[in-house]
Every structure is written in structure tokens, then in C-alpha cells.
């Protein structure tokens, strides 16, 4: 199976990355290709961008990059409840591909984590919602809140039931699309 891995962000300390590469390695025997939402920066989106300019390489090139993949894992950064402005822009981007849908009926693990209290849920809760019209077909969500006192680069998630509720849910998602 092959997996593209990406954090809904783009910061270059990006706490969604790091969780989204720890989670990646928890798919043994699996190619995973660990996308940078830096690589594809694109103007922002306007009707008239698009008119005048058409779509930018990099949207067809990210698309291309969901397309021959077999499985999703994505955490978003939550940025005022929503997703980074960085990862809409893409989206807006890409649903402009005529006859697409964003995520191209892709099973996808959804993440999201923060330092708060909620660990993402706002931003979690909106993609729950949207993904599915957008083509993902998601096998399972899975919130971190805390990051920084439940998450150690080495060891992963350490707070014990958060730990707990991850290896369930990983367990589900390998037994549902991998076996």
C-alpha cells in the first residue's frame, strides 16, 4: 500500500507534521511519502486568477500525488477554528480540477492536535463534516490535545490513555484497509 502523509500546514516547526509522521510509521510494510504543504504555495485562489491564468501546476501536481496513493493520513493545524489558510488555499485550488473531487474517494486517518485543550477538534469536526463531499472517505479521526505535554519526539504519544485510544483506532484503520 502506498501512503501519502501530510500536516494541514505551513510552518516549518509544524506540530501536525510531527504527529502525522509518527503516525505514518505505524503503517509497517507500507511505502509512505510524507508531503511539505510548502512545496505546492500557489497564489490565493480567485475566479479571476483562475480565468485569466488557469490552474497552477502545483494544484494537478498535488492531485496527481492523492491519485496514486492508496490511503490518506492527515492532520490539520487549526487556526481560528478552521483550517490554515495555507491548507484552503490548496483545497480551493484543487477543486477547481474539472470532474474532481479533492481527495479522490481516498480511504484517509484524519488528525488533528494544538497545545489547547481541544487538540484541533474544531478543525477535526469541519473536515468530519466536509471531507466526505470533498471525496475522502474517512476510516477514522483522532484528536491530540496538549501537544506538547502528551507528545515526545522519540516516544510518540505518552500520555497514557491518549496513547491508548491511538494504537485502538490504528489497530481499526490497518484491520479495515490493510488486511
Do not use: C
Amino acid at each position: 500500500m502506498k501512503i501519502l502523509a501530510f500536516a494541514g500546514s505551513s510552518s516549518s516547526t509544524s506540530i501536525n507534521k510531527q504527529l502525522v509522521t509518527f503516525v505514518s510509521q505505524k503503517f509497517e510494510n507500507s511505502e509512505i511519502e510524507i508531503l511539505d504543504l510548502n512545496d505546492y504555495e500557489m497564489s490565493i485562489y480567485s475566479s479571476d486568477r483562475e480565468k485569466s491564468g488557469g490552474l497552477p501546476k502545483l494544484a494537478y501536481d498535488f492531485a496527481e500525488k492523492i491519485d496514486t496513493s492508496d490511503f490518506l493520513l492527515v492532520s490539520l493545524a487549526e487556526h481560528n477554528g478552521n483550517y490554515s489558510a495555507a491548507f484552503k488555499n490548496l483545497m480551493d485550488w484543487v477543486s477547481r480540477i474539472p470532474e474532481r473531487k479533492i481527495f479522490g474517494e481516498k480511504p484517509m486517518f484524519l488528525m488533528a492536535t494544538s497545545p489547547g485543550k481541544r487538540g484541533g477538534a474544531s478543525v477535526l469536526e469541519i473536515a468530519s463534516k466536509r471531507f466526505p463531499f470533498d471525496g475522502a472517505k474517512i476510516s477514522e479521526t483522532f484528536s491530540l490535545p496538549f501537544f506538547y505535554e502528551t507528545f515526545d519526539n522519540q516516544k510518540g504519544i505518552i500520555e497514557l490513555e491518549k496513547s491508548s485510544e491511538f494504537e485502538e483506532k490504528v489497530k481499526k484503520v490497518i484491520k479495515e484497509n490493510f488486511s
